[in-house]
């Protein structure tokens, strides 16, 4: 196992841990910018250090087709190839099996895919994910898991489950660098307690480096959301890493924090800039609007980001979805602020203040008071007080309390 995982400090469900990993020593909670070819879109890998990102995400799926693990494995591995020296992780693939189904043929043997390139068809097997994923080389890989959207009911639910678990054996099996990387197991079952349940415990029988929870993120109401990360992040081991996958939603971090998870990643933060949206304390500031035309504040005048100190807002209106700058300026500034909200997550929990952290984030976010219900509901499970500066509204949650 290449891997340890040292929780610092708690506060009930949560917990602030230091992830030692082959090429980095990240702190938890952390969040993961997702780089699907082996760059995020517009920034530097310098960049990335000096904003503070611990881990990237490579896309399988992606990097096999072009430039291909091959190549990659030839020029040294992932690390190398897109010259960053801290952690990265590999999805399996798995989740194209949702993004690409209409090009996707599932079987007991794996997943054929059409290929976007060329349009033949590739088969995906649990052994071959694998495969693609050692020569790629990442500090954590996961396993191949049979991917279906939590808005989908009926057995096809219970059948994912199952093969996902008999998968899970499969990619034991085939993984040659278990003292290199660390292959993750990622916990299916839709929003069926019982199948969730079922599949956590068959996972953590394997006795994994870390686990992951999927199969969220996927259109299922906020309330049925946090109850599958509170069932699972209660089960599983207090010793292991968790990592909700897809999950970029600052409030929605915040939320899965106070259940007892580690670990996110989502394209939010990045997509959301190239279409001139920035992240701030109340949610998010539109740049393309109007009223940003003539506004010569920061972005976020409380932000310590080189955007927020160099550039105002009427700047960056000007070049909001017309130019290459503004889309990269706003993908600075959108993971600075996420990574800024994992130290303050992390400090908090530390110095045993993520109560306040977490009513002040409220308040800022939902300043009349709004708070929607499932927030509410998932604070009293996580032990957290929001009483004193919150009135729960009993309403459909706003953008800001959507999961990405």
């Not at 693990?69 to 099996?97: V, Y």
């Not at 109340?282 to 080189?306: F, N, W, Y």
Request: aromatic share 8%.
């Amino acid at each position: 196992m290449a891997l340890r995982f040292e929780i610092l400090g708690r506060f009930n469900r949560a917990r602030a841990a230091r992830l030692t990993l082959p090429h980095f020593v990240c702190e938890t909670p952390l969040f993961m910018p997702v780089g699907t070819q082996g760059t995020i879109k517009g920034l530097t890998t310098n960049q990335l250090e000096d904003i503070g990102c611990q881990i990237i995400l490579g896309n399988t799926y992606h990097l096999a087709l072009r430039p291909t693990s091959e190549l990659i494995d030839e020029l040294g591995g992932l690390h190398k190839f897109m010259n960053w020296p801290r952690a990265l992780l590999t999805d399996s693939g798995g989740f194209q099996m949702v993004s690409l189904l209409h090009l996707a043929d599932i079987t007991e043997e794996g997943v054929t895919f059409q290929s976007p390139v060329d349009g033949k068809p590739m088969l995906l097997t649990p052994e071959e994910s694998i495969q693609i994923q050692n020569r790629i080389g990442a500090d954590i890989i996961m396993a191949l898991d049979d991917v279906v959207k939590t808005t989908i009911t009926g057995p096809r639910i219970e059948e994912a489950m199952y093969r996902t678990l008999r998968w899970i054996d499969r990619c034991i099996a085939a993984h040659k660098r278990p003292k290199e990387q660390n292959l993750f197991g990622i916990v299916q079952g839709g929003l069926d307690p019982v199948l969730r349940d079922i599949c956590v415990q068959g996972l953590v029988e394997r006795n994994l480096p870390g686990y992951a929870i999927g199969g969220l993120a996927g259109g299922e109401d906020k309330d049925s959301f946090w109850r599958v990360v509170a069932q699972c992040t209660a089960s599983l081991p207090e010793s292991k890493p968790r990592y909700v996958m897809g999950v970029g939603y600052p409030l929605d971090i915040v939320v899965c924090s106070a259940l007892g998870a580690d670990m996110y990643d989502c394209v939010y933060p990045t997509r959301t800039a190239r279409f001139g949206t920035a992240l701030v304390p109340e949610g998010v500031l539109r740049l393309k609007h109007q009223s940003m035309a003539d506004d010569t504040r920061p972005i976020d005048s409380t932000c310590e980001c080189m955007v927020c100190k160099n550039y105002t807002r009427a700047y960056l209106h000007c070049l909001v979805t017309k130019d290459a700058m503004g889309s990269q300026l706003l993908s600075y500034h959108n993971l600075y602020y996420m990574m800024q909200l994992s130290r303050n997550l992390h400090s908090s929990i530390i110095e045993g203040t993520f109560p306040k952290f977490v009513c002040d984030f409220l308040t800022k976010m939902f300043p009349e008071g709004n708070v929607p219900e499932w927030v509410c509901n998932a604070m009293e499970v996580a032990g957290i007080d929001i009483s004193s500066c919150c009135t729960p509204l009993n309403t459909k949650p706003n953008i800001h309390a959507s999961s990405g």
